[in-house]
């Protein structure tokens, strides 16, 4: 079975801080891992994913991940947070058929 | 290109009532999905659709909810009758024909329902 385990249901950062959101996943087969943003009222938007070409995967709004196979890990960053990105972030791991099995999410706060 | 559309986006019933929810996806979108998500929680997969046929059902919980998917276009969620539990956002979300495991799924706004 697979399962995603995200770190930090709140995370608060400055604006113009790093941010880091961790997700760590368990699969028994090659996982393709996504990450999704959710604004207020809104559905889930797609920032990036990996489908096993390159470990270091980059999203839109300047989002980046990492593949680590060896701890079995992919974490969200970026450089500088902005205020528009306070939102939920959900880490997913999906396998053959599509099923996508999400984390709890993490709720990110950008102070001014 | 539109995205995926659902309606309602609110409804507030008590509970042992019935409500349906309403999904259009991206034209085109072979793969049809509904997921609950529950305040606090990522969303649960209720319910895969591939065309007009079922893919996935194991976490739909069949004495209460049903769904179709008729034409292999449209989908429509049903609670008969609704508890407490239920109160969640139902998100629709759609993706192509392949079922290769990195398919992107594309999601709507959802609907919030809140059973009383």
């Known amino acids: 079975a697979q399962s995603v385990t995200q770190l930090g249901s709140h995370v608060s950062v400055s604006e113009g801080a790093l941010v880091l959101l961790r997700c760590n996943y368990s699969?028994?087969?090659?996982?393709?891992l996504f990450w999704y943003v959710q604004y207020p009222n809104q559905g889930l938007q797609l920032l990036l994913k990996y489908t096993s070409a390159a470990t270091l995967v980059k999203g839109i709004n300047g989002f980046e991940a990492e593949f680590k196979k060896s701890e079995t890990s992919f974490h969200l960053t970026k450089p500088s947070a902005h205020m528009s990105d306070a939102a939920e972030y959900f880490c997913a791991v999906s396998g053959k058929g599509n099923k996508l099995v999400f984390g709890a999410g993490t709720i990110l706060r950008v102070k001014s | 290109e539109a995205g995926v559309a659902q309606s309602p986006r609110y409804k507030i019933i008590e509970k042992r009532q019935s409500v349906a929810f309403w999904c259009n996806p991206i034209?085109?979108?072979?793969?049809l999905y509904w997921y609950q998500q529950i305040l606090g929680q990522g969303p649960k997969l209720l319910i895969q659709f591939q065309n007009n046929g079922v893919v996935d059902d194991s976490q739909l919980p069949k004495d209460r909810f049903s769904a179709e998917r008729l034409k292999g276009v449209d989908s429509t969620l049903k609670i008969q009758p609704a508890k407490l539990e239920d109160s969640a956002v139902y998100l629709c979300a759609s993706s192509s024909q392949a079922l290769s495991g990195q398919e992107t799924q594309y999601f709507g706004p959802g609907t919030r329902l809140l059973v009383l």
């Open positions: 034209s085109g979108h072979a793969t």
């Open positions: 699969s028994s087969v090659p996982p393709y």
